[in-house]
């Protein structure tokens, strides 16, 4: 699928919408709703009565890192974005460079054996691409000092900071990152980047939900730092869908309620847990599908995700679970409406 679209700049969503007026709470951002090729205009707000008992969500637990340290490499200052924890002990990273707005751009990575020296006395050293398709994430092992108790997810509470892009306004603290849903993982890791569209999310809107017969069934994604010049395909992900979800989204499905992920990662990871028969089962561990139209969703009916722009991998997954109508109208409705873009911005609900 091609789509293009190009997002005039003032739709970048700078600020969370918490910050933009007074008494404003998370759930006011507009969402631009979906059926088939109609589309309506909505507050997130108005979710509730969109969605009807015996409907189920499907929500991501992971909480987002402060995943950016600041480095030097020799004499050169730069800036290492935390990607995913490997098997083996091992960090995928990204190596990127200051612009001297407080954001960063992208700059090569490797060779192997290049060493980043960290705060705290930890030494990084590059090993090999994470991929034979792009030299921009790289394995490395980290050493010293600062490492040998709490390790990375130590280094990141103590020195580092949210991932964050040039077209936000600003640093923001780690909870702005933070989703309701998000709960800290025994061994200390998660999501280098904020799964965004479970951001406007209340501890209100929750419990309304859940009294109109609302479900939620809490899955687990810990995504890796995107490639936001690139727009590389996922890369593989750690997940776990647990036997009590599973057993939740295949009673909701029974019972013919709709099964709506809450963002992509949602997605990625019960469709990864699900079989050719369309049930899910208890499942944790790596996954590398890439939901394309040819393979189709075999569990999720519905998704709210944000407004991003459009890269391969992410407007497959959508024309999966909507449709290339869907896809092709709900983008030019978003642009003419001027919803706002990105991790703060507006959202797009797609219903059956």
Excluded: K
Excluded at 22 to 29: C, I, K, S, Y
Excluded at 49 to 60: F, H, I, K
Excluded at 67 to 87: M, Q
Excluded at 331 to 349: I, K, N, S, T
């Amino acid at each position: 699928m091609t789509l293009r679209v190009r997002v005039p700049e003032e739709l970048s969503a700078r600020v969370p919408v918490e910050q933009r007026g007074p008494g404003l709470e998370r759930d006011a951002v507009r969402m631009l709703v979906s059926r088939g090729a109609e589309v309506a205009h909505h507050t997130f707000a108005e979710l509730p009565r969109l969605l009807r008992a015996g409907d189920l969500l499907v929500v991501n637990t992971s909480a987002t890192l402060a995943a950016a340290v600041d480095g030097r490499t020799g004499h050169t200052r730069v800036v290492v974005h935390f990607s995913t924890r490997g098997d083996d002990g091992r960090w995928a990273m990204e190596l990127r460079e200051p612009d001297g707005r407080g954001t960063t751009r992208a700059r090569a990575g490797g060779p192997a054996g290049r060493e980043v020296c960290l705060p705290g006395g930890v030494r990084l050293v590059l090993e090999e691409p994470l991929s034979g398709r792009s030299e921009r994430l790289w394995w490395a092992r980290v050493s010293g000092a600062g490492v040998s108790g709490a390790g990375v997810p130590g280094l990141l509470r103590e020195y580092g900071r949210p991932v964050r892009y040039a077209y936000t306004e600003r640093d923001q603290p780690l909870s702005v990152y933070q989703t309701v849903f998000a709960l800290p993982s025994a061994d200390g890791t998660g999501s280098a980047e904020m799964p965004s569209a479970a951001r406007p999310f209340t501890a209100r809107m929750v419990a309304e939900l859940v009294s109109r017969g609302v479900q939620f069934a809490p899955v687990t994604l810990h995504t890796g730092v995107a490639s936001a010049e690139a727009h590389e395909p996922p890369y593989p992900e750690r997940f776990a869908v647990p036997e009590a979800s599973a057993r939740l989204i295949n009673a909701a499905r029974a019972g013919g309620g709709r099964v709506v992920a809450v963002g992509t990662t949602a997605v990625r990871a019960v469709e990864s847990a699900s079989g050719t028969d369309g049930a899910v089962r208890a499942r944790a561990g790596w996954t590398d599908l890439v939901v394309t139209p040819e393979r189709g969703v075999r569990v999720v009916d519905g998704l709210l995700t944000g407004l991003h722009e459009p890269e391969a991998s992410h407007l497959l997954m959508l024309e999966a679970v909507a449709g290339r109508v869907a896809i092709e109208r709900g983008y030019e409705a978003a642009l003419q409406g001027r919803y706002l873009w990105h991790e703060f911005g507006d959202v797009h609900l797609v219903l059956p």
